[in-house]
C-alpha cells in the first residue's frame, strides 16, 4: 500500500527557514510524480510545488524563490525546504502523489500533513 | 482569491442529487481534459474523487460524476447520504503547468 508520511513542521518565526520532509513506501519516489498542497487554517487547498519523475520542478507564484522541492532517491523521501518564511505560510503542508490515471496532477495518495506556523 | 470559482456551500436532503459547479477560464478547465474533484470531511486528508473530468478512481461510489461544458466542469451527486457531508474542491491543470484548485464548497445534507 502507498504511504506518505510528512514531518518536518513546527513553530517558526517571520523570516526564518524550515524543511519537511515526506517518506514515501509502496513506491520509488524517483519514478513518481509527487507535489506539496498545504491548507491554511480554515481555507481552501492550494498547490504549491511539484517534482517531476524526469527531475523537472514547478512552483506556484506565491512560493517561487523562497521553498525548494528536492527528493533523495537512496532514502525513498521528499523534501520543501521553506525560507524566508511569512506569516502567510502557515498551513498544514500535505505530501500527495501524482500521476492517478496517467496525469501528474491526479492526486491519488495523500499524506496526513505536517503543520508550520510562522509566528513571532 | 482562488484561481477557479465555486459556491461557497450547497444542501440538500438524503436521497436528493446535488451539482457543484466550477468555474474557471480557457487557460485551466477550458484548455484541458485534466480537471479533478476531491472530497475532505473535517480533519482528514483530501480524497480523489473524480479524475480527467469523468473518471472514478477504483472505490469510488458510482453515485459520484463528473463532467465539463466549455470552462465550467461539474461535480454532481445522486442519492445523497449522510457520510457525502463534506468540503468538495475541484482543480485543473493549467497552461502554466501548475494546478489550480477552487475555493472548495461545503456540502451539508439536511
Known amino acids: 500500500e502507498d504511504q506518505l508520511v510528512e514531518t518536518g513542521g513546527g513553530l517558526i518565526q517571520p523570516g526564518g527557514s524550515l524543511r519537511l520532509s515526506c517518506v514515501v513506501s509502496?513506491?520509488?519516489?524517483?519514478?513518481?510524480?509527487m507535489s506539496w498542497v498545504r491548507q491554511a487554517p480554515g481555507k481552501g487547498l492550494e498547490w504549491i510545488s511539484v517534482f517531476y519523475s524526469g527531475g523537472k520542478r514547478q512552483y506556484a507564484d506565491s512560493v517561487k524563490g523562497r521553498f525548494t522541492i528536492s527528493r533523495d532517491n537512496s532514502m525513498n523521501t521528499l523534501f520543501l525546504q521553506m525560507n524566508n518564511l511569512r506569516a502567510e505560510d502557515t498551513a498544514l503542508y500535505y505530501c500527495?502523489?501524482?500521476?492517478?490515471?496517467?496525469?501528474?496532477?491526479?492526486?491519488?495518495?495523500w499524506g496526513m500533513g505536517t503543520t508550520v506556523t510562522v509566528s513571532s | 482569491q482562488s484561481a477557479l470559482t465555486q459556491p461557497a456551500s450547497v444542501s440538500a436532503s438524503p436521497g436528493q442529487a446535488i451539482s457543484i459547479s466550477c468555474t474557471g477560464t480557457?487557460?485551466?478547465?477550458?484548455?484541458?481534459?485534466?480537471v479533478s474533484w476531491f472530497q475532505q470531511h473535517p480533519g482528514k486528508a483530501p480524497k480523489l474523487m473524480i479524475y480527467n473530468v469523468n473518471n472514478r478512481p477504483s472505490g469510488v461510489s458510482d453515485r459520484f460524476s463528473g463532467s465539463k461544458s466549455g470552462n465550467t466542469a461539474s461535480l454532481s451527486i445522486s442519492g445523497l447520504q449522510a457520510e457525502d457531508e463534506a468540503d468538495y474542491y475541484c482543480?485543473?491543470?493549467?497552461?502554466?503547468?501548475?494546478?489550480?484548485f477552487g475555493g472548495g464548497t461545503k456540502l451539508t445534507v439536511l
Open positions: 482543480a485543473s491543470y493549467t497552461s502554466s503547468n501548475t494546478l489550480a
Open positions: 480557457s487557460s485551466d478547465i477550458g484548455g484541458y481534459t485534466y
Open positions: 500527495t502523489r501524482g500521476d492517478y490515471g496517467g496525469h501528474v496532477f491526479n492526486l491519488g495518495v
Open positions: 509502496g513506491f520509488s519516489v524517483s519514478e513518481a510524480y
